[in-house]
């Protein structure tokens, strides 16, 4: 019998001793599983749940007004601004990595919910396009085989003034280091790459898309540097990314795009092709219009859908300010009145007139600003700011919602997670698993029993 209760006494304690650790098994389990469900619902549903409420805007066709005839056809477009991809000078991996996610999720989560068929970036794509090249940057002390690559001295300042870059594609490298291009350039102490083709591999990854669905962009100082930095260079290495082509006609419907960094009005090369580019494409335009009585001028050629374009652009076109800017994206209060600058914030007066003059757009979008604005030109033409597409610029990234026939169009504004949502659901996820921890290690009452004992103590009284 003493044996037996002895047994009996270390099974017991056995059994006590499983029961702490059974109990921190199940804590671990739980704050894993809140862990898992926060990860979850701020990275992926939170995108599912906020683009869930957009919905395609409603656009009269002569069918809905009781006219006879086939309806027309309707496109349905994306138009988003700002992207901002941060580079190798200026962007930190983390920053990266989160702003580059939030994008990705956003875009992606658009495309399988809404199904665009076509989506315009108006502009700044890139953040560091109008530094990034074919070039490596180097330590302050390259290795030999590094030095000996650049005989014509073909290195030079590097943006971020810590250090020497090679121009990789430089002839004098080429030669003397032929096979130098193409390697990974792993070599101790160099420490960059071909930041353009890294950028632009990036903005696939989060931008893809399936292949029914057509991405066009047009260039933003950003990409190209402003008029004093770009030269013919940056605008061809952007125009090889992105489709080239300024008039654009899908659906009967005309898409002018234009490189608004061109409009400097200076009458330097690229500024005079630029003007004389859109002068042919007004001059086609017009052409569409006389259908019926078409000029001998116009020729036989392939004929434009007689409709007036929409106008896309990065620039926004002349206005002084943002004063007269209202919703919930517009400019903050400490930035509506100040002043814009010409040719830097917004196009010239010039630019501006001949753009209205010479294209006659019913519509004209745009971005640079980061915020939201709609504005009236001259004969009752709208002009619609595209808000920043990043968390990077503002909080409450959005882009808009065009169903445009030959003849109408109808617009809505959808919005993206709020980036301070994200970061109060992170912040009280996290005070509620420190919370469960202090309760579990005997540190803090729970609240449950905290709550029930104070109701059970005013029951009594």
Same mark, same amino acid.
């Given at each position: 019998?003493?044996?037996?209760?002895?047994?009996?006494?270390?099974?017991?304690?056995?059994?006590?001793?499983?029961?702490?650790?059974?109990?921190?098994?199940?804590?671990?389990?739980?704050?894993?599983?809140?862990?898992?469900?926060?990860?979850?619902?701020?990275?992926? !549903?939170?995108?599912? !749940?906020?683009?869930?409420?957009?919905?395609?805007?409603?656009?009269?066709?002569?069918?809905?007004?009781?006219?006879?005839?086939?309806?027309?056809?309707?496109?349905?477009?994306?138009?988003?601004?700002?992207?901002?991809?941060?580079?190798?000078?200026?962007?930190?991996?983390? *920053?990266?990595?989160?702003?580059?996610?939030?994008?990705?999720?956003? $875009?992606?989560?658009?495309?399988?919910?809404?199904?665009?068929?076509?989506?315009?970036?108006?502009?700044?794509?890139?953040?560091?396009?109008?530094?990034?090249?074919?070039?490596?940057?180097?330590?302050?002390?390259?290795?030999?085989?590094?030095?000996?690559?650049?005989?014509?001295?073909?290195?030079?300042?590097?943006?971020?003034?810590?250090?020497?870059?090679?121009?990789?594609?430089?002839?004098?490298?080429?030669?003397?280091?032929?096979?130098?291009?193409?390697?990974?350039?792993?070599?101790?102490?160099?420490?960059?790459?071909?930041?353009?083709?890294?950028?632009?591999?990036?903005?696939?990854?989060?931008?893809?898309?399936?292949?029914?669905?057509? !991405?066009?962009?047009?260039?933003?100082?950003?990409?190209?540097? $402003?008029?004093?930095?770009?030269?013919?260079?940056?605008?061809?290495?952007?125009?090889?990314?992105?489709?080239?082509?300024?008039?654009?006609?899908?659906?009967?419907?005309?898409?002018?795009?234009?490189?608004?960094?061109?409009?400097?009005?200076?009458?330097?090369?690229?500024?005079?092709?630029?003007?004389?580019?859109?002068?042919?494409?007004?001059?086609?335009?017009?052409?569409?219009?006389?259908?019926?009585?078409?000029?001998?001028?116009?020729?036989?050629?392939?004929?434009?859908?007689?409709?007036?374009?929409?106008?896309?652009?990065?620039?926004?076109?002349?206005?002084?300010? *943002?004063?007269?800017?209202?919703?919930?994206?517009?400019?903050?209060?400490?930035?509506?009145?100040?002043?814009?600058?010409?040719?830097?914030?917004?196009?010239?007066?010039?630019?501006?007139?001949?753009?209205?003059?010479?294209?006659?757009?019913?519509?004209?979008?745009?971005?640079?600003?980061?915020?939201?604005?709609?504005?009236?030109?001259?004969?009752?033409?709208?002009?619609?700011?595209?808000?920043? $597409?990043?968390?990077?610029?503002?909080?409450?990234?959005?882009?808009?919602?065009?169903?445009?026939?030959?003849?109408?169009?109808?617009?809505?504004?959808?919005?993206?997670?709020?980036?301070?949502?994200?970061?109060?659901?992170?912040?009280?996820?996290?005070?509620?698993?420190?919370?469960?921890? !202090?309760?579990?290690?005997?540190?803090?009452?729970?609240?449950?029993?905290?709550?029930?004992?104070?109701?059970?103590?005013?029951?009594?009284?």
């Amino acid at each position: 019998m003493a044996a037996g209760d002895m047994a009996s006494t270390r099974l017991g304690a056995g059994r006590q001793h499983l029961r702490p650790l059974k109990r921190r098994g199940l804590v671990l389990l739980r704050l894993t599983a809140i862990v898992f469900a926060v990860l979850l619902f701020c990275e992926f !549903l939170i995108y599912y !749940l906020v683009i869930f409420r957009c919905s395609w805007p409603a656009v009269k066709t002569p069918a809905d007004a009781g006219g006879l005839g086939t309806p027309e056809p309707v496109l349905r477009v994306m138009f988003l601004a700002d992207s901002h991809l941060l580079g190798a000078v200026r962007g930190h991996w983390l *920053d990266k990595l989160r702003r580059e996610w939030q994008m990705e999720r956003a $875009f992606q989560t658009a495309l399988w919910l809404l199904q665009p068929e076509v989506v315009f970036i108006l502009g700044d794509i890139f953040d560091e396009g109008k530094w990034s090249s074919s070039q490596v940057s180097l330590g302050p002390n390259p290795p030999s085989s590094l030095r000996e690559c650049d005989p014509a001295g073909a290195a030079g300042p590097h943006p971020g003034g810590t250090h020497s870059v090679l121009d990789v594609s430089a002839e004098p490298v080429l030669r003397t280091c032929p096979d130098l291009r193409a390697s990974s350039l792993s070599l101790g102490s160099v420490r960059g790459r071909q930041a353009w083709a890294d950028d632009v591999g990036r903005f696939w990854k989060i931008f893809r898309h399936p292949p029914h669905v057509q !991405l066009r962009a047009v260039a933003g100082n950003h990409d190209i540097g $402003f008029h004093y930095q770009m030269n013919t260079y940056k605008i061809k290495r952007f125009e090889k990314v992105f489709n080239p082509e300024r008039l654009f006609s899908w659906k009967g419907i005309n898409f002018v795009m234009v490189n608004s960094v061109a409009l400097e009005g200076d009458g330097c090369d690229i500024c005079s092709g630029a003007e004389a580019e859109l002068l042919e494409i007004s001059h086609r335009l017009n052409c569409s219009r006389e259908q019926e009585h078409r000029p001998q001028e116009c020729g036989d050629g392939q004929r434009l859908p007689a409709s007036a374009p929409i106008l896309l652009q990065h620039f926004p076109l002349y206005r002084r300010n *943002d004063a007269n800017c209202s919703g919930e994206d517009a400019a903050p209060p400490d930035e509506k009145y100040t002043p814009f600058k010409e040719r830097y914030d917004v196009l010239s007066q010039e630019a501006s007139r001949k753009l209205l003059w010479w294209l006659r757009p019913r519509l004209v979008l745009s971005g640079h600003t980061h915020s939201a604005c709609e504005v009236l030109h001259g004969a009752g033409v709208l002009e619609v700011s595209v808000p920043s $597409f990043s968390w990077r610029n503002r909080n409450n990234p959005s882009f808009i919602m065009g169903s445009i026939t030959p003849t109408e169009y109808a617009l809505a504004k959808c919005y993206l997670p709020c980036e301070d949502t994200v970061l109060t659901t992170y912040c009280t996820a996290a005070g509620g698993l420190v919370l469960l921890t !202090l309760v579990h290690a005997g540190l803090v009452a729970s609240p449950f029993h905290f709550g029930w004992n104070m109701l059970r103590k005013f029951k009594t009284t």
